[in-house]
């Protein structure tokens, strides 16, 4: 009997600790930033793992450097990233990937202490339980008032009041199979030019800057680790004028700490290294950070500089790195849709919608014109359409008659005109689409629903929706008309 | 540390190990270390000295007691004994009023459960006294009843007769008695977190910034205190039986569904049970009880209910307070034959489900304007508060998102008032008799793990605690 009771209290605990994680699962899924991605990374696929401060996943792009140069990264940086967090990244890094080089992007050495409570959490929430945990999160609340050891080992301490904000997409967050779709990058097209930093920044003379104690001493147990390991550690600064950041002092200091450890110290500010950055353009918050265009040039440079020196292996036309071609797919999908909804020219618009949108499942491509658009538009701009699989065969000129094509994954979904309108049903990929033009007189008007709600609107000449229907949403919404040049532009509602 | 944080119950894991695993002689020995490690988390090592005297002093003085034959030195060891804890509580109680003693003095904290441990030990003296109880040889087994962790906070206040029974037994493990334990644990926790540290929020915000509110927004704010105290005491109280039922000591029952009463003297026969058995067998019936005529009776009552209120606080908020419930009780005795008439009158019969009801109501209505009092700052405040109350009239913020802009949105708000029920429709079941872990205990294994996680869960997610809020004390471990 007391053994029966021993097992059934065994199972309950059991029990109470599988709905514990669970729920701790839901409610972490709101955490903005975290390490559950880099678990997923097939084991020993990295070739070289950043790690660092924000400067780090805003600067480099491992996808990128992959489709251009062949060999993996993985970025492991989070905001304000301090270098005894990096160290533990690190090693627990190393656990899972033998990284043939480890990148240190050197802002955290004088990120200063203490840790703040949201971006320890950026590391810690997710962080598999071990040892390394453990030590890392001691280190964080040494000397910080705003972490403490119960809620930083169990989360739920901190989040419980997140039910109160459960979504339908934090129920299917932990079923998702690509957490880290760039592979750590931030991918950010926000343009916020630096308007007021001394252009001269980086010729004045100063004085050399060390970091801290603390900071010195983990990052020569990084270079420790990664020896332990046969692993090459290099230092990088990325790009920056936010001169309360960084400056030319904080570069003397790492240069100095980099030859005391023997190891590489890029620069992109000062030196024979330093690349242009146009800062009124390729910053996302006034020089601070660099956005995918800067982050572009960053990833290049050092992508050509590591690849020569170290000689990484090249894995394009590897049949165990096809997860990396669709990651790369994937990445050049999330900039088409960006660029997409920047582009004005009629003829690159349809580009990306022929390239990206209209040959894929999770897109649908709406097209509604008058019929006496088609007349006006040139070889060149119809010839955009007839890629899509629309054949243009509309009544002849003057009819204003409305007409729809619609298509998904390739396939022609719909291709119709209709003098009195037309109105009709369809279920695309699980969706349910209304087409309601009608032919008004002079007001033609097409609205396009999904699931009941309006996604279009239109009604002046050729009229584009793209609905994501992954995401449930619509991604652009825009008509092409003739400017007085009469060129073919892309307007926005 | 409090009976809600994770460190208590880290404790009590080690105690549970450490209890069960030591010979049956040298438990009490196990319960009483632990009760001074709780003590000293909970309140200082000041607290640890000042029990620890006081129960020194008080065993000295049973000792003595017993030895004396002589009646007269008997009751000067008494007085002494009783004049000297109630000195000790008086000056720390008060210490506002003392500032002529040194500084060093003043600056000692209160310590924790001294208004509960020090009626503890004067009721083993008078007891002693009275021969009703021997007094205990072993001074280590008489700090264990002094300090015994699970009632040093909030009670109850145990007698020496009833607690020793069980205390020093060392009982060993019991599968049913730890899971009935535990489950009375997490209910307490469930009234506590959930319902008591939510409405806290919404009634201090209110009982703080009172005239920037109307009648609807202070009516709401006196009722939720009602109910903060009734899930707070409430909670703490199965908490402190649940943790005592897992060592096989057995506590006094001193919560019995008291807004289920039909009249305020009813109340008082289910509110902190043990304060008021206190308060009767050591003041009302010493003052001559109802044995010396109607007026001595009500005089009796009130002088009681004001040393009620003064045991509670300091401040005249806290007379007023005892003063009322003083007062609702002559005045139900003076008007009950008045209404037993009215009620022939009517026509309504003695177990009308509808006078009983009223009843009830009428009951909760009068104990919580008290409650105004009882929690306000001072006497003006509660008029005041009572005085929007019946004047400020907004009736439009019951329809608009008013109630959700003290302190609690539309969805936490919801979740309490769902938990509100709850809570009532388990003390219903309770109130009928019905003993509810006994009818879980017979439902299949998965409804009954359903049940117990659920209730589990809803603490961990749905309680007040952690980040952001400021952890409430057990309201009447402030007293």
Known sequence: MQMKNFWKSVLFIFLFCALFSLATILVLNKTERDTKGFYQQRENSIDVLFVGSSHAFCSFSPILMYQ???????????????????????????KYQKPKVVVYEVMSAFQGEPQYEAFSREIYDTMRPSMTKVKGIAADIDGSEDLDYLSMYIPMVRYHERWKSLEKKDFTYMSQKNLLPYKGYQLSFDIDPATEYDAEMYNREMEVENCTQKSEDYIRKMKALCDEYGTAFVMVKTPTVYESYWDVGKSYGMQKLAEELGVPFIDYNMGDNAIYIDWSKETCDKGNHLNHYGAEKVTRAFGKWIDEKYDLPDHRDDEAYLDWQTAGMEYELAIAKIKLKETGDYLAYMDYVNDYF??????????????????????????????????????????????????????????????????????????????????????????????GQLVGMNAIGLNIVIYDLKNEQVLDSCYAKFDEQQFLNIYRY | MTYNSFSFFVLLVFLMILY??????????????????????????????????????????????????????????????????????????????????????????????????????????IDIYRKEIDAERNILKYMLYVTWFPHILQGPIARFGQLSQTLFEGIGFSYDRFCKGLQLVIWGLAQKMIIADRAAIVVNEVFANGSRYGSVQVIYAAILYGIELYADFGGCVNISIGVSRIFGVQLADNFRQPYFATSVQDFWRRWHISLSSWLKDYVYIPLGGNRKGTVKKYVNLMITFLISGMWHGVGNHFIVWGGLHGFYQVLGSIVRPYKKRLQRLCHVREDSRLLHAFQVIITFILVDVAWVFFRAESISQACGLLQIAATKWNLWSLWNDDLYLLGIDRKET????????????????????????????????????????????????????????NAADFIYMNF
């Open chain 1, 68 to 94: 251009e140069l062949g060999f993996t990264g993985c970025i492991r940086a989070s905001s304000c990233q301090r270098s005894w967090e990096s160290y533990t990244l690190l090693e627990e890094s190393f």
């Open chain 1, 358 to 451: 209209a040959q894929n499942e999770d897109f649908v491509v709406f097209i509604t014109a008058k019929s006496n658009i088609l007349e006006c538009m040139q070889q060149e701009h119809t010839d955009k359409l007839v890629k899509l699989g629309d054949d243009l065969n509309y009544t002849g000129p003057g009819a204003r008659i409305p007409n729809i094509f619609i298509c998904c994954n390739k396939q022609i979904v719909e291709k119709k005109q209709q003098s009195d309108g037309i109105i009709e049903d369809y279920t695309i990929g699980g969706h349910h689409f209304k087409v309601d033009c009608q032919n008004t007189g002079d007001m033609e008007v097409c609205d396009i629903y999904a699931d």
């Open chain 2, 414 to 469: 919801w979740l309490m008032i769902i938990f509100i029920v709850i809570m009532f429709v388990v003390d219903y079941w309770h109130e009928k008799k019905i003993a509810i872990r006994d009818t879980i205990a017979g439902y299949s294994i998965v409804v009954r793990w359903t049940i117990y996680l659920a209730i589990l869960m809803a603490v961990i997610l749905f309680g007040k605690y952690g980040y952001g809020f």
């Open chain 2, 20 to 125: 069960f695993s030591v010979p049956k002689k040298a438990r009490y020995v196990v319960l009483l270390f632990f009760s001074q490690v709780f003590i000293w988390f909970a309140g200082g090592k000041s607290s640890v000295v000042f029990i620890c005297g006081t129960a020194v002093f008080t065993y000295v003085l049973g000792r003595l007691i017993v030895r004396e034959k002589s009646l007269g030195i008997q009751k000067t060891l008494l007085a002494i004994g009783v004049l000297g804890v109630l000195g000790v509580l008086f000056v720390f109680k008060y210490k506002t009023y003392f500032s002529f003693l040194p500084s060093r003095v003043l600056s000692v904290s209160i310590p924790i459960g001294i208004s509960f441990y020090s009626l503890q030990v004067i009721s083993y003296l």
